[in-house]
């Protein structure tokens, strides 16, 4: 697989039906590793690792419901009161962040309603605060540590 912008991490692999599994720490499962799943573990692991949220805080590939139809996040950090706080949108390395990508976090942000955003390919990351009253997001340099989700 390709080498990401993350710092090296540690993973479990195994063959499946004549395709390659990476275990995911979250859904506690091997899953196919796809490009876009290759990023999804590597931002687990950079959540776990880097920005101390704990485990037990972070939901992977649930199912929503946006404008009637039913769509799937794909990384979303809750706080310790069950309140959402960071919503994770992931693409595959090859896969250009665009604004149709910004959109599309938005449309599921408009049901989530988390204070945080991250966008990434893998390669590029984009890190936004959320104003609700104003309906815009302002970008950052990085997220916040979990010590300041509190």
Not at 42 to 66: A, D, G, R
Request: charged share 25%; net charge positive; proline share 5%.
């Amino acid at each position: 697989m390709q080498k990401l912008n993350f710092p090296s991490y540690s993973f479990r692999f195994k063959n499946s039906e004549n395709k390659v599994a990476v275990f995911d720490e979250i859904r506690k499962k091997f899953v196919i590793l796809t490009p876009e799943e290759w990023v999804r573990q590597h931002v687990v692991q950079f959540l776990l690792l880097q920005k101390n949220y704990p485990k037990s805080y972070i939901n992977v590939e649930k199912s929503i419901k946006v404008n009637g139809l039913t769509k799937r996040y794909d990384i979303v950090v809750f706080r310790p009161d069950g309140t959402l706080f960071l919503l994770i949108e992931c693409k595959a390395p090859e896969v250009p962040i665009s604004q149709k990508t910004f959109d599309q976090i938005a449309r599921y942000n408009m049901v989530l309603e988390s204070q945080y955003l991250m966008v990434t390919n893998g390669l590029n990351h984009y890190f936004c605060l959320m104003d609700f009253e104003k309906e815009q997001y302002q970008f950052l340099r990085d997220l916040p540590d979990f010590t300041k989700v509190l």
